[in-house]
């Protein structure tokens, strides 16, 4: 309140004038249902990286016997999983003992994320809200609840503006002596919905170029953007156009 000393006497007063003035800043606080559903795609997100984290530790241990492969894309699934069994000799007693360890344990959080994911679409089925959020290019079932949930009540954002500030997808502004910097995306924001729209904007780019895709604006917006500042910044653009 500009004052330069900090009493309780002082805060009330400050508090009591920001009210008569109706500028009191205020919460939004979800309802229990929508706290409770949250869960659901964070508990995915968090177990998620724990998976990512495994793989990338197999990788590092197979790539420190030099143990490559280039005809598996992807040595977790199908073919490649086969391959990485057989390659499993290959490695001392201990290290294989570990690695064999590891890839129980990305077997058990797949498990663990695959029933997340069923249930998730269960949800999905229910809620006409994330039906309709289906319907945006690049969004599907899981990014649904992840944006119907982060956002829990549209209403509470007065302008798309605050909105995507809340989301974390409008650049940061260094604005002095007439000149203007646009700097990276605020990183005080809702990372879950953040997330969540680059994701969309990344499937939108992978798929621009569908006869079904060319036409949208948000792919428009993408490859004009794209021509003069690069891919990064045109996926934030393809974001706020979606």
């Not at 001392?92 to 997340?116: F, H, S, Y």
């Not at 009540?153 to 503006?161: K, L």
């Not at 798929?207 to 895709?213: D, F, M, T």
Request: net charge positive; charged share 25%.
């Amino acid at each position: 309140m500009g004052n330069v000393n900090k009493t309780d006497k002082l805060d009330a007063k400050g508090l009591a004038k920001l009210l008569h003035l109706d500028s009191l800043p205020t919460v939004w606080l979800p309802s229990g249902e929508i706290r409770d559903e949250r869960e659901l795609h964070r508990t995915r997100m968090a177990l998620s990286k724990l998976r990512t984290a495994l793989k990338n530790r197999i990788h590092a241990t197979l790539a420190k016997y030099g143990i490559t492969t280039t005809e598996h894309s992807d040595i977790f699934a199908g073919a490649g999983r086969a391959w990485l069994k057989t390659t499993l000799s290959r490695l001392p007693p201990e290290t294989r003992r570990c690695v064999t360890q590891e890839i129980e344990a990305l077997d058990g959080l797949q498990l663990q994320i695959a029933q997340l994911e069923e249930r998730i679409r269960e949800r999905i089925a229910v809620t006409p809200s994330i039906q309709l959020l289906k319907s945006l290019p690049g969004v599907g079932d899981i990014l649904g609840i992840v944006i119907d949930r982060e956002i829990g009540s549209i209403d509470r954002f007065y302008t798309s503006g605050r909105f995507t500030s809340y989301a974390g997808l409008v650049p940061t502004v260094h604005a002095s002596g007439g000149k203007t910097r646009f700097g990276h995306m605020r990183k005080p924001s809702n990372q879950y919905l953040k997330w969540a729209f680059i994701e969309a904007a990344n499937v939108v780019v992978r798929h621009r170029h569908h006869p079904a895709w060319k036409t949208k604006y948000v792919c428009q917006v993408y490859d004009q953007v794209c021509q003069r500042k690069g891919h990064s910044i045109a996926v934030g653009a393809a974001v706020r156009a979606a």
